[in-house]
């Protein structure tokens, strides 16, 4: 097995300066936006961070692009280290692994964070030492812009619904307690949402700050986008592999979901089975979380629309609740 290769970070910073928070960035095929989100961790106005950037791999000129960044920052603490492609869950944990805080911050490298984003979020994990993870509002923008309004933790929605986006602090002991980011195949894409259910189904807590301190870009053909024409089957396996947080007749659901007879290579056989998944999935969220019921209904349909219709059907939704 082939390990990462660590390159040294900035050398005029002294490495035995306490670091709160390990800022992580995997980037696979992008580069070109790679500069953006460090420059998104550089305008902070929390300083006491570092940097590691991941390349997975990538075919694009991503490690020198990497480079050239460590070198224009010279005062900041941001290392680069490389591996063969494993995929995003293990290029975050090969960063996790050898970062020196005790909060750690995955950004995707395509997207940025707020100058106040680490200000407050690493406020609230000191004030909160239950809480083991800590996530905001989010501003998407690219093929759509508008703002997501997230809800408040609530272990009971976390459940069944998404809270968070990858880009969410938590505490490195939290990480090593359920074992690190795991590797969906062969369909990726939940790695990040079956690490927050692991993270409750150890006890911890969440908290939310109502303010868009992330910003989202929304790519046509993203991992989360192809993903999401899979949600069923994905969120089966999230079901089984955290069975204590789930009833009995919502692991047998997700048992005959993801059985030979139902699915190959992790997708449902046909139409059909798709559509007798999705009736079970609302008959099981009428049960246990009836308020759920009509995102339950909408979203895998609405999944399934391309970017730019989703976020006109969005534009429409909010314009009709102003106009109630």
Known sequence: MSHPQTQPENATVNAADTLRVSVVIPCYRQAQFLPEAVASVVAQTFTDWEIIIVDDGSPDDTAAVAQRLIAAHPDRRIRLIRQENRGLAEARNAGIRVARAPYILPLDADDMIEPEMLAQTVAALDAHPEVGFVYTDVRRFGAENNILRTRPYSLDHLRFENLMMPATLFRREAWEQVGGFRT?????????????????????????????????????????????????????????????????????????????????????????????????????????????????????????????????????????????
């Open 184 to 324: 969906f195949k062969p369909v990726q894409g939940y790695e990040d949402r079956d690490f927050w259910v692991g993270l409750a189904e150890a006890g911890w807590e969440g908290l939310h700050i109502a303010q868009p301190l992330l910003r989202y870009r929304r790519t046509a053909g993203s991992m989360l986008s192809t993903a999401r024409r899979y949600d069923l089957e994905l969120r089966a396996r999230i079901f089984l592999d955290h069975w204590r947080l789930y009833e009995p007749d919502v692991l047998a659901w997700a048992r005959r979901v993801t059985s030979p007879a139902w699915s190959v290579d992790g997708k449902l056989r046909s139409p059909w089975h798709w559509l007798l998944a999705y009736l079970g999935y609302l008959a099981l969220i009428r049960r246990y979380y009836p308020s759920l019921l009509l995102s339950s209904l909408v979203h895998p349909l609405f999944w399934r629309l391309p970017i730019s219709w989703q976020g006109h059907l969005r534009a429409l939704a909010r314009l009709a609740r102003l106009q109630q």
